[in-house]
């Protein structure tokens, strides 16, 4: 996995949420970060962290994006200073798992507006450490949110609080780095951390080849190695965070749909993996299917750990489903992701001093 990689997934993940009710709003609302960071994210497409449950670049790529047009960097330039903010994301949101899921936030929004200052500070040159301070006041995000345009927007939030925390660190605000991380520790659960060169985020990012929660990939993979839809009552045991993820079960409305753990297995079972036209509207089908799959949770799996049961049967087990660093998208099956989301973006950062501007 390199920086380069993910930033393309996200730009098409961005480019592909455009015009998604939550990217508009944002819009609407006049601040381009934000609907740039709600863009990126609105589809649930875009790459995941899965040892923090963060979506890193969902709040950094944009900030970095929108700064280096506005300073006049190249893409080298850019993706430098995303790689400075997704690390920083990443420590912070590891250290801080499973206690702010826990406690019911959104590490990517509570994590991210530090992620996307100090990507927003290495393009603005501003002092780092008043950046990062300042974004901690603004550190917010609740898993209450999943499944509702507040997902994303909370997110586009955050990358916004980012770029204001570094404009005004670059304007001369101060504020002790130490005192507020420790302040925000108390208040949150977290434990504050910086990067780790030794154990590099990025080298455990997942790239999603389904535009649906993390939480639910193990499912579909179980379910996409059934034949046919068994008879009677289906079971699908899960870690216990896959449900505080995908707690949905019957559902009402496609976003939720892509938190629901019985809704997504079912509508494998009966048409294949989805795509992003499989949550344009609800699948009835897969609607009355997903009344006979329950949950269950065992601590014992690993997070990214399913099993799948018929009655006593099991019919299918993943540990790590398609996009995970144990079972990495391929090449071609990001180039095909990314002409799927948004044709004409191969090769966008092979120019290392195409100038950034270009890519909004």
């Known amino acids: 996995m390199s920086y380069r990689?993910?930033?393309l997934d996200w730009?098409?993940?961005?480019?592909?949420?455009?015009?998604?009710p939550a990217a508009r709003a944002a819009r609407a609302a006049g601040d381009p970060v934000a609907a740039l960071g709600a863009a990126g994210h609105v589809l649930d497409f875009d790459d995941t962290f899965l040892p923090g449950i963060a979506h890193l670049s969902a709040p950094v790529a944009p900030a970095a994006l929108v700064l280096a047009?506005?300073?006049?960097?190249?893409?080298q330039e850019l993706l430098d200073a995303y790689a400075a903010g997704f690390e920083a994301m990443g420590a912070l949101a590891r250290a801080s798992h499973p206690a702010l899921y826990d406690r019911g936030f959104h590490p990517t929004g509570v994590c991210g507006s530090v992620g996307a200052a100090v990507a927003a500070a290495r393009l603005l040159e501003a002092p780092e450490d008043a950046a990062v301070a300042l974004a901690l006041l603004r550190a917010s995000g609740l898993r209450a949110a999943f499944g509702s345009d507040g997902k994303s927007l909370q997110v586009g939030l955050g990358a916004s609080a980012g770029v204001a925390a570094a404009r005004l660190a670059a304007a001369g605000a101060r504020v002790p780095k130490e005192r507020v991380a420790s302040a925000w520790r108390d208040a949150y659960g977290g434990q504050w951390a910086e990067p780790d060169p030794e154990r590099p985020a990025i080298a455990e990012n997942w790239?999603?080849?389904?535009?649906?929660?993390?939480?639910?990939?193990?499912a579909i993979e179980c379910a996409d190695a059934v034949?046919?839809?068994?008879?009677?009552?289906l079971t699908v045991l899960a870690h216990p965070v896959s449900r505080q993820a995908a707690g949905y079960d019957a559902v009402e409305t496609s976003l939720q749909a892509k938190f629901s753990i019985p809704y997504t297995t079912a509508y494998t079972l009966l048409h294949g993996p989805p795509d992003v036209a499989a949550f344009a509207t609800l699948d009835p089908e897969a609607q009355r299917l997903s009344a006979r799959i329950?949950?269950?949770t065992d601590p014992g799996l690993r997070e990214s750990e399913f099993r799948l049961f018929a009655g006593g049967e099991e019919l299918a087990h993943t540990?790590?489903?398609?996009?995970?660093?144990?079972?990495?998208?391929?090449?071609e099956a990001l180039a095909a992701k990314v002409r799927g989301l948004a044709p004409g973006l191969d090769g966008a950062l092979d120019d290392a001093r195409r100038p950034a501007a270009d890519l909004l």
């Open 207 to 218: 790239i999603k080849p389904w535009p649906c929660c993390l939480q639910t990939h193990g």
């Open 294 to 296: 329950g949950v269950r």
């Open 69 to 75: 047009a506005e300073t006049g960097a190249g893409v």
């Open 319 to 331: 540990t790590a489903a398609r996009g995970s660093p144990e079972h990495p998208l391929s090449p």
């Open 227 to 233: 034949d046919g839809v068994p008879d009677g009552p």
């Open 5 to 7: 990689a993910a930033f």
């Open 11 to 20: 730009l098409a993940c961005a480019k592909g949420g455009h015009d998604q």
